[in-house]
């Protein structure tokens, strides 16, 4: 984050970060939740889990997977007053919409159990009248995949593994679909192999830090090998539009898509 705040005192993104995210297709934004509120959300997600935290002998399963949650304490997650200012510079001012709350939410558990869903993929946008999942180059339904961390996620916790700069790998996939876009699952059939060269990093840090990514970028869950539960949320922020790939000002998540179709 810059040393130096908005006008109105809240941390913003630098000029670096904002070129990291370009390219590389994401960004951690450090304590961009309050502990406190991170750590009170934990509480409600082992009480929606029906696994005890002192108890790891009923943690049956790798993985528990819980929808959305919108209490006050997730609200105010999601809302915090530095992340704004920072969907306003990656999306554009007024191009996004608050959530109301946050969902999904993959608990891991340490197991030797194999989760069953640590496949590469980037996340759908819209799902079609025909219930079919779907992605367009205007990136219909979703202007950021989020990572919010409700624990300390260290490299044995399962952290999300990320390859690094492989949304710029998705526009040329999806430039002659126009705005029908391209099925989901096909679609991550070819990107994936497409990104394979990429070099892959892992989204650790601390309960309350964010990463907000791209909405084209090739992710993927693992296998828990640690000892604490790993407690994430993977919501996606909502645009009001589609992207505008031919504006004066394209906002960095434009500018990326544009550097995918365009690169140098």
Known sequence: ?????????????????????????????????????????????????????????????????????????FREAANTSELHAVYDQLVGAGRWRAPLGLGTFPLRFPSEKDPGDDGWHLDAGWTAE???YRVNLRSRGR?????????????????????????????????????????????????VPLSAHRR?????????DVYLCHPFLIHAAQKHGGDTPRFLAQPPLEPTDLLNLHGPAPSPVERAVLAGLNPL
């Open 130 to 132: 025909t219930g079919d």
């Open 1 to 73: 984050m810059t040393d130096e705040p908005n006008p109105q005192g809240i941390p913003m993104l630098s000029d670096a970060e904002i070129d990291s995210f370009i390219t590389d297709g994401f960004v951690r934004v450090p304590g961009a939740v309050p502990r406190g509120t991170a750590e009170g959300c934990r509480t409600q997600l082992w009480e929606a889990s029906g696994y005890s935290a002192d108890d790891p002998g009923s943690w049956i399963e790798p993985v528990v997977r819980i929808g959305s949650m919108a209490t006050p304490a």
């Open 200 to 208: 892959e990093v892992a989204a650790t840090g601390e309960a309350g």
């Open 143 to 191: 202007a950021l995949l989020m990572l919010f961390l409700f624990s300390d996620v260290g490299p044995d916790d399962a952290p999300t593994r990320i390859r690094v700069g492989s949304h710029l790998d998705l526009p040329p996939l999806l430039a002659p679909a126009g705005e029908e876009g391209r099925p989901w699952f096909p679609l991550c059939a070819e990107a």
